[in-house]
């Protein structure tokens, strides 16, 4: 259970006390998430190797499927347009992005290198 929290806390894989983020991002702004380099607290290093938060993008397609497909559902009770539907999700997914940035490489980080990992 502590390790759902602190993935939607933010917190670092490996303590569990430092920030992840410094910047949540506001795309309203035009700003996108900022990630510390290493862990404030336990100096871990968020980014093993260049590209190593390439599979946090397949992540984040699963995250914005399984939100659009819960959307998708309950829209389609309220509103009778397709259309309509259709450009509510649009907007839904490019408001979101910044959280489902976030989101993804957190549980990217906690898959590959949580706090039971050794390597
Ligand atoms: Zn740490």
Redesign the pocket.
Known sequence: MSTLVNILREK?P??G??QVFTKKGNILLLQMPKMNTN?T??H?KFEKEPGYFFGSMFVSYALIVAEMIVFFLLASQVVDSFVTILVLMGIITVLGSPFNFRLSRMLWMYLLDGPNKKI
């Open positions: 670092c490996k303590c006390k430092g862990c607290h336990c871990h």
